[in-house]
């Protein structure tokens, strides 16, 4: 049975019917709305382990790497210190890995949303894309359509991405690639600053 | 005033802004904290580096990498503060249909929503 001759079942009058029909045709497409994908406790947990694993790594990097570029100027076996870059590789690597992880994780748990949801979170992710656009684009390219929360993850993995093709320029690092311990505190910045911002807004859906 | 089966939807429209107010009542606090850190963000940013310059630990290509860090985070920032918005927004949806379906299974005498 339609909703108009429901209506006309009921005889209602025509102004109430009218009424009836602009409420029901509003609301039976959103009895079911989900525009955010759902709490995910162990998305959540998974996230502040990455944190605690990238913030270990930075703290070692910050005691063993020198102040200033004349520090780093007199070391004269950098292969050997153990800032070089060698010394750190199997660290971004295991990195990169729980990064992937939080992705994928992040990306099965975006089935929840709706059509809608996924259109409104598509334009928002274009709109950041082209505010500010992302230092990989590439990866972005390589994932495609993902939701809000997954997109965090690839921006995530991004960030470590870059912290190692820095720690291997010989450009950035005066041809000694070892790091000084300002960049490891930059880094100790914007990875607190982007586990607090995810773990916001993660969090936040928890009681909902 | 639309009243069916002695169900005022004039009372349920109110009923619905107050379920909506108390949405956004409730949540508003994590919106503006949100908001505060991306403005915090931008004047810690600019402390650090120039502290940093002027202690010799900082060139000119690591406050650039530095940038390039936090340009990564206000990305995050804006995606967060998002999915928040959005949460507000499905609760509030949510909220007053929920007001609706319930007078409207009353005014019609039937679950049908």
């Known amino acids: ?208 | 005033m639309t009243t069916i089966n002695k169900v005022n939807f004039d009372n349920v429209i109110q009923e619905a802004l107050i379920a909506a107010k108390a949405v956004i009542t409730d949540d508003w606090s994590e919106v503006r904290d949100i908001i505060e850190n991306i403005s915090k963000g931008l004047v810690n940013d600019i402390e650090f580096i120039a502290k940093k310059k002027l202690t010799g630990e900082f060139n000119e290509n690591d406050a650039r990498v530095y940038l390039e860090d936090q340009k990564m985070v206000a990305r995050t920032r804006l995606r967060s503060l998002a999915i928040i918005t959005l949460q507000i927004a499905e609760d509030i949806w949510n909220a007053i249909a929920g007001v609706f379906r319930t007078a409207i299974n009353k005014a019609l005498g039937w679950a049908i929503i």
């Open chain 1, 1 to 208: 049975m339609g909703i108009k001759s429901l209506l006309t079942a009921f005889k209602v009058s025509a102004g109430a019917r009218l009424t009836m029909v602009c409420l029901l045709s509003f609301l039976l497409p959103a009895c079911t709305v989900k525009l955010v994908q759902p709490y995910d406790e162990k998305l959540f947990n998974d996230t502040e382990a990455f944190y605690k694993k990238a913030a270990e790594m930075i703290e070692q990097g910050k005691l063993v790497s020198p102040v200033t570029d004349e520090q780093r100027a007199e070391i004269a076996k950098p292969a050997e210190h153990p800032g070089h870059i060698t010394a750190f590789e199997p660290k971004y690597l295991a990195l990169f890995l729980d990064s992937d992880a939080l992705i994928l994780r992040a990306m099965a748990n975006s089935q929840a949303v709706d059509s809608m949801g996924s259109n409104i979170q598509n334009s928002l992710n274009d709109v950041i894309d082209k505010s500010i656009p992302s230092s990989c684009p590439e990866l972005v390219q390589e994932l495609g359509k993902v939701s809000l929360t997954a997109m965090n993850f690839v921006d995530l993995k991004c960030t470590v991405l870059k912290w190692r093709d820095q720690h291997r320029d010989d450009s950035f690092t005066q041809g000694k690639r070892i790091l000084k311990k300002s960049n490891w505190e930059g880094r100790k910045i914007a990875i607190f600053d982007t586990i607090l911002a995810i773990q916001k807004a993660e969090g936040f859906k928890k009681n909902k």
